[in-house]
Antibody, heavy 121, light 108 residues
Framework: QVQLVQSGTEVKKPGASVKVSCKAS????????MHWVRQAPGQRLEWMGW????????KYSQKFQGRVTITRDTSANTAHMELSSLRSEDTAVYYC??????????????WGKGTTVTVSS | EIVLTQSPGTLSLSPGERATLSCRAS???????LAWYQQKPGQAPSLLIY???SRATGIPDRFSGSGSGTDFTLTISRLEPEDFAVYYC?????????FGGGTKVEIK
């Protein structure tokens, strides 16, 4: 079945970077796209960006531009999200989520279970 | 960016009752590019509706979506025990993609 398995919990100090991975299985990775969405405690879901797994094209939310990098490794069917210059406000659960349309950013039909990132000195 | 406002914040209902959730956009959502998700405590969101009114695979027909422009509605015709959760709307008509603040449907 279609599955997105994310990497484990991370604890980082302010100013550091974090890289979260998302391994896809059960479908042809390069046919679809992947979003990254985060949810801070008690906050709404927040879209960070998107990558077309086939072409590698990316689109980032302006809010995270310059701090976030989304990549994919087609040989490993894995997408990655790296967030730099971490601050306490980046403490959140980070989700990868598949987009059923590979060529543009739409909605999310399959979600990973989430990766908790805590930023604390 | 398009701001989505969901109301009410909390809906207290009994199993078997009808739930009507609202999502209002700060500007028109092009092509009715609006989705609804359900999130249960400790879980990731799951897709219910896309394109404002199309049910995702495996979603029961008690869930229905409607609306266009700036006003959208998710209706649950008869609440089942497993439907008590938080519901989010999301627009994908323009970047950045944005989500509403959520409506919690709780047992009365």
């Amino acid at each position: 079945q279609v599955q997105l398995v994310q990497s484990g919990t991370e604890v980082k100090k302010p100013g550091a970077s974090v890289k979260v991975s998302c391994k896809a299985s059960g479908y042809t990775f390069t046919t679809y796209a992947m979003h990254w969405v985060r949810q801070a405690p008690g906050q709404r879901l927040e879209w960070m960006g998107w990558i077309s797994a086939g072409s590698g094209s990316t689109k980032y939310s302006q809010k995270f531009q310059g701090r976030v990098t989304i990549t994919r490794d087609t040989s490993a069917n894995t997408a990655h999200m790296e967030l730099s210059s971490l601050r306490s406000e980046d403490t959140a659960v980070y989700y990868c989520a598949r987009d059923p349309i590979g060529s543009y950013y739409y909605y999310m039909d399959v979600w990973g279970k989430g990766t908790t990132v805590t930023v604390s000195s | 960016e398009i701001v989505l406002t969901q109301s009410p914040g909390t809906l207290s209902l009994s199993p078997g009752e009808r739930a009507t959730l609202s999502c209002r956009a700060s500007q028109s959502v092009s092509s009715s590019y609006l989705a609804w998700y359900q999130q249960k405590p400790g879980q990731a969101p799951s897709l219910l509706i896309y394109g404002a009114s199309s049910r995702a695979t495996g979603i029961p027909d008690r869930f229905s979506g409607s609306g266009s422009g700036t006003d959208f509605t998710l209706t649950i015709s008869r609440l089942e025990p497993e439907d008590f959760a938080v519901y989010y709307c999301q627009q994908y008509g323009s970047s950045p993609l944005t989500f509403g603040g959520g409506t919690k449907v709780e047992i009365k």
